[in-house]
């Protein structure tokens, strides 16, 4: 392993996810906060009052075990886990704490948010060196509710920031989270900070949040134009960071499967989660689901598409049956909810779908994201065995181990990467190689920027 790579590289963070409890709450302490949008939430989904203006109250008053209180309320535990709305409520504290700096008489705050920006970003860095991470990636939404003018000023000072914070053994760098609804705006500006003095440090732009109701194919258009932006301008070329296969609750494990190929076949980088990719299809059991009459007729054409690669792989598609079922559908509204059920043999035959996939994700170069924690308590996945991680080893997969959240789900790279060893049995020497694949799918490599 080169010197450099004794450190780990976190490539997949989320900037306000890597704040931790305690950092936190030294930031709330004289703040008053309005918390009753935050208490709704975390009281519709888990049906209890988070008290946090008490837990506040008694954390400012040295109440003896208020701040172990406040990490409870605030991290994101074993026993928290099922959902991605049981994690977004956690999350929503985060939001709301921000929301006190980010506004003032209704308007937005810029100077004062970014200097709670700063000093967060120095918090996280130094928390990084700590762990011994010397190269970390983090995600950063600009919010529709800034102006192009505010939401370039914001992503400039975080790139300042992270500039003062790189040296020789720390490497920070960013990617700018686009909505999933219009990333149109927020595209304008980062190409515009990229090709910009500090844009060497911005490395990517990413896709996040839920991602129900938004396919892949809705970016093809985002896609290129980041193509296009990285032809001209390849000193600075982009990667493209897709959420997907995280949560698929709305649609079949066929059309879960299927969408994070497609994100990797539209040229997506990078593919975060990816746990319909790998999970054990047997967890599931017999059961039903339901999708909507258009994401069917999108999942028979790609079976067409697709047919010789599938049966490789054991997947046998009948083009006449699939044609007739194609002219039944095609005259059903496409959001009408069609049910699927699921028997053993149809759930072996994701399993199949899964590896065909994974053989082409591997082909197009695509990287796959395993963050173990986060998988596991936002997907629910208590057992190992179950967890996508395993498949992703005994088919050879592209992944690296990231954190997704660390201060939220209270973990470290280095306990991310020892629970992918424990529990799938890997050989000692097999740490470096998963450091050494972190360190080639950094967003400059995969691009093409670094060699």
């Known amino acids: ?25 030294e930031f709330l302490r004289g703040r008053e906060v309005d918390w009753d949008a935050y208490r709704r939430k975390y009281l519709q989904v888990y049906g209890t009052d988070p008290r946090v203006e008490e837990i506040l109250e008694r954390c400012r008053s040295g109440a003896p075990g208020a701040p172990r209180e406040f990490e409870r309320l605030f991290v994101f535990g074993d ?7 049981r994690f977004q409520a956690k999350y929503d504290m985060l939001i709301h704490g921000v929301d006190s700096i980010r506004y003032s008489g209704g308007q937005v705050s810029l100077p004062t948010l970014i200097d709670g920006l700063r000093t967060f970003i120095r918090q996280i860095v ?34 300042g920031s992270l500039a003062e914070c790189e040296d020789a053994d720390m490497q920070p760098r960013l990617a700018i989270s686009l909505s999933r609804d219009n990333p149109w705006p927020a595209w304008e500006v980062t190409q515009e900070v990229a090709a910009g003095p500090l844009g060497r440090l911005l490395t990517g732009v990413d896709f996040c949040y839920f991602e129900e109701g938004h396919p892949p194919k ?11 932006f990285n032809r001209r301008l390849p000193e600075r070329a982009l990667a493209i960071l897709y959420h997907v296969g995280e949560s698929f609750e709305d649609k079949s494990l066929e059309s879960a499967v299927r969408w994070v190929h497609e994100a990797a076949e539209m040229g997506a980088h990078r593919l975060g989660h990816a746990i319909s990719l790998g999970v054990d299809p047997t967890r599931f059991g017999e059961h039903r689901r339901s999708e909507s009459v258009g994401e069917r007729i999108d999942q028979l054409n790609y079976d067409l598409r697709h047919k010789e690669g599938l049966g490789k792989f054991g997947v046998g598609i009948d083009a006449v049956g699939v044609a007739e079922e194609l002219r ?21 035959e994701v399993r199949q779908r899964q590896r065909y996939a994974i053989d082409r994700i591997r082909a197009l170069g695509s990287v796959i994201e395993v963050c173990p ?26 992944f690296v181990v990231a954190t997704d959240d660390p201060g ?13 060893m424990e529990h799938h049995h890997l050989p000692s020497d097999a740490m ?20």
Request: glycine share 6%; with cysteine; net charge negative.
């Open 126 to 159: 130094a928390r990084q060196r700590r762990e011994n991470v010397g190269y970390i990636e983090q995600r950063m939404t600009l919010g529709s509710k800034y102006t192009p003018a505010q939401a370039k000023d914001l992503a400039l000072a975080m790139l």
């Open 79 to 85: 026993e928290d886990s099922g959902n991605f709305e």
């Open 408 to 420: 939220i789900f209270g973990t470290t790279l280095a306990d991310e990467i020892a629970w992918v």
């Open 328 to 348: 039944t559908i095609g005259e059903c509204p496409p959001d009408q909810r069609l049910t699927i059920e699921y028997d053993d043999a149809r759930l072996e």
């Open 432 to 451: 470096e190689h998963l450091v050494d694949r972190s360190w080639n799918s950094r967003s400059e490599v995969l691009t093409g920027r670094l060699s």
């Open 1 to 25: 392993m080169n010197a450099h790579r004794r450190k780990l590289a976190d490539v997949h963070t989320h900037f306000f996810g890597c704040i931790g409890a305690a950092d936190f709450l």
């Open 373 to 398: 924690t986060s998988n596991r308590r936002i997907a629910g996945i208590e057992r190992p065995e179950h967890h996508p991680v395993k498949e992703f080893i005994a088919s050879d997969a592209p």
């Open 218 to 228: 809705k970016q093809l258009e985002l896609f290129e134009a980041v193509r296009d």
